[in-house]
């Protein structure tokens, strides 16, 4: 899974999306390709469920990158159609300029009855900019997966109102770390305890005061018709 540091501003997220994308893991089976697979944080979790697992991502990223295929997913891929028993793409679709395109090739290259698990952020801040294309509400998510030709979909919040609200606000505070070497330490010495305090106040906000519609993200599985 993601590594969490609870000394960063934004570990919550992090958490949120483990805890989610743990859950629909047993839904996987077989063969994996993940799209847009960075440095592969979830292949040992992927491997508890499949059999092998490939890495799909592109030569422009801003992260490092442990990729077995090198491929633009705005793009046809060179992977052979039914060739995988599940795909999985975590928060790669707002960086595509065209995202119909990669669900059609997930769709192409899974296998009949495939499972398709991805995540995508929706009220979050411009990233990895000049690729930060777009974000879709789970109503826009539904439509391109049904276009793409996916059934039996299903669209989870991430988060709600408050962890998103919270890291929105942690996000700005990171602002505050400025100047001399000894301000910011000393800056981010104090800032250290209000994130992590805020955070784990925030989730435990976000279980009895529940709210569907303010999410900092969405997490989705669906299949490919038998």
């Known amino acids: 899974m993601n590594a969490i540091n609870y000394l960063k501003h934004n570990w919550g997220i992090k958490k949120a999306l483990n805890n989610k994308i743990s859950i629909e893991f047993k839904k996987i089976t077989g063969s994996v390709v993940d799209l847009g697979c960075g440095l592969r944080p979830f292949e040992r979790d992927i491997l508890n469920y499949a059999d092998t697992y490939t890495g799909v991502d592109w030569a422009n990223s801003l992260h490092d990158t442990k990729a077995d295929i090198i491929a633009d997913l705005n793009q046809p891929l060179s992977i052979e159609s039914e060739s995988f028993d599940s795909v999985v793409s975590f928060e ?21 009855g495939g499972v398709l698990i991805l995540s995508m952020p929706f009220q979050w801040w411009i990233h990895e900019e000049p690729w930060d294309y777009q974000r879709f509400t789970r109503y826009g998510l539904e439509y391109q997966l049904k276009k793409a030709g996916f059934t039996d979909i299903v669209i989870e919040e991430t988060t709600g109102f408050w962890l998103m609200w919270i890291l929105k ?53 669906a299949r490919k018709p038998s």
């Open 92 to 112: 790669v679709l707002e960086h595509l300029s065209e995202p119909q395109m990669m669900l059609k090739e997930a769709n192409r290259i899974l296998r009949k």
């Open 169 to 221: 606000l942690n996000y700005q505070s990171m602002r505050l770390i400025r100047g001399p070497r000894l301000v910011k330490k000393t800056t981010k010495t104090f800032l250290v305890p209000f994130w992590f305090s805020n955070q784990w106040i925030a989730m435990y906000l976000d279980t009895i005061w529940r709210e569907d519609k303010e999410t900092a993200g969405y997490v989705v599985t």
